[in-house]
């Protein structure tokens, strides 16, 4: 499994902190704004999940590491892959690069729960299928 | 009416912003804040008008006035006042004060809804009774 | 003076609260945003304004309106007007529409500060030329 | 090396999200706030080490591991360690407890810059001499 999308994304001044960089708690919020133009890209946007499927997308697991900083204004661009997925589990990577360096590089692990139970489910067939042939 | 409570706040680094400032969306957030410690002080927490009443209070109206900046590890006193209540409307005003001096100033005017309808509701008499004699 | 710049802008998850809706500190968020692109259209955008005069836009005043929620996945678009400007002071209207509705409305009053003595000055010719026809 | 200190923190409206739940983009703030009570803690408060030594502690690397969702009002207990330090590194774990449950566990590894040429260099001894006891 190989699916790689790349979002382009610009810095907001209010996502800059008192060191004169983007905030590292930022990242993670760039993160799911790539994973929300992934599941668009795929022709299943995240509200659909959510409304038809009556599930929710949770996050396990976060990992980020921070190798150059952002600066207000600076155009990144996100380069966002599904790196596996099981029964339950799935894993994207993100690389963020800004004038062809790589400035971040982290994962993130979820899985699918019952927005009404808040139990994890596997994942839907409609989602697993967006990708089989990736 | 008079009721006024007042609610202390530590700045955090996470809201200061490239001009060494607090950014400015964060005010809100601390008006809110300031609101659920009044909420509080007067023994109805917010998560209870929620899950109790079922109604979620809105805001329908923002109003901020910047004086002076505040910066990361500044404490704060967040004066915060019910400054009016009719049948459906309520307004806080806020006075924020750094070493006796005003920084910032607002107000915030909301009204009541119901929490599945999202219709707006007159304000539950529980509501009302905990500021009759204030 | 008649400048109006409109700006799109997509909801993002993070945005949202417990409610289910966006939650109301960032549409001063959005807001900044819309400026960073209405100047940028004019051709001088906010990092050159720090960077090449030295100056920083402060915020004086915020109202905001808010008449109908936004939700995860709306996307809306963001009127941006420069309604006033005299030596000191200039003043942004906004209005945020989502299928041709009128969801949000607000101001901003903002003034310019030397960056490092952090005192008012009056507004660089280099900014007020870019509005003078208007 | 073995420094613990627990910082109690309560969970903010506006730090929830449309799932109900404290939007994962938060810890990493709330990790902050602990590290910044850390420092005080040990008498050598953040702002100090920025303003007496020149120097910004940065962020190289995050890793954060979600348990259990937190909710808004909920009181949680941030238990933040010291966990290594040599010349230019240090990396606190953080466990964070809810009703003696472990709800999130992480850790954030860092290092110091000078403030005005944003290089590495060696922790101060101001800094680590602080911990050379614990």
């Known amino acids: 499994m190989n699916n ?65 900083p952002l600066f207000y204004g600076d155009i990144c661009f996100i380069h966002i892959t599904l790196s596996s997925m099981d029964r339950y589990f799935f894993t994207f990577e993100y690389k963020v690069y800004k004038d062809n360096e790589l400035v971040t590089a982290g994962f993130t692990k979820h899985c699918c ?7 994890m ?7 697993k299928n967006l990708f089989k042939d990736g």
Request: no cysteine; proline share 4%; glycine share 6%.
């Open 4 to 68: 790689t999308v790349i979002f382009t994304r610009k810095v907001n001044f209010y996502e800059t902190d008192a060191q004169g960089i983007v905030h590292h708690s930022n990242y993670p919020r760039y993160f799911e704004e790539a994973r929300g133009f992934f599941l668009e890209k795929y022709g299943f946007p995240y509200y659909r999940v959510r409304e038809d499927l009556g599930v929710d997308i949770v996050l396990l697991k976060l990992d980020v590491e921070y190798k150059k």
């Open 121 to 127: 489910v596997s994942i839907p067939d409609q989602i």
């Open 113 to 119: 729960i019952d927005r009404s139970s808040r139990r």
